[in-house]
Nanobody, 120 residues
């Protein structure tokens, strides 16, 4: 199996910062893209940021300039540095990875999610 475990969520005041981590483990041959998605109450899950194996990043307009996604390929870990947080950022944040588990097979995997609450 492949497991993705998020950490770093919590409660933060508006304007504050938070750093999320997601570590992938298990049967991993290689990892292509990794990303962070979020789901606010009553809303559909949406893309926040992605990063390719080569380090190319992409951000949703709503987080561009405030969030930074990065990865440590040696540790199979992706990070999301969140700055200037707003109440609208409140959501469950999910880690996603496109994992090649063998030379012949790959698939998308999701973490369990970590709660981020931005409130005064």
């Amino acid at each position: 199996q492949v497991q993705l475990v998020e950490s770093g969520g919590g409660l933060v005041q508006p304007g504050g910062s938070l750093r999320l981590s997601c570590a992938a483990s298990g049967r991993i041959f290689s990892i292509n893209a990794m990303g962070w998605y979020r789901q606010a109450p009553g809303k559909q899950r949406e893309l926040a940021a992605t990063v390719t194996s080569g380090g190319i990043t992409n951000y949703a307009d709503s987080v561009k300039g405030r969030f930074t996604i990065s990865r440590d390929n040696a540790k199979n870990t992706v990070y999301l540095e969140m700055n200037s947080l707003e109440p609208e950022d409140t959501a469950i944040y999910y880690c996603n990875a496109d994992v090649r588990v063998t030379i012949f097979r790959s698939g998308a995997y999701w973490g369990q999610g970590t709660q981020v609450t931005v409130s005064s």
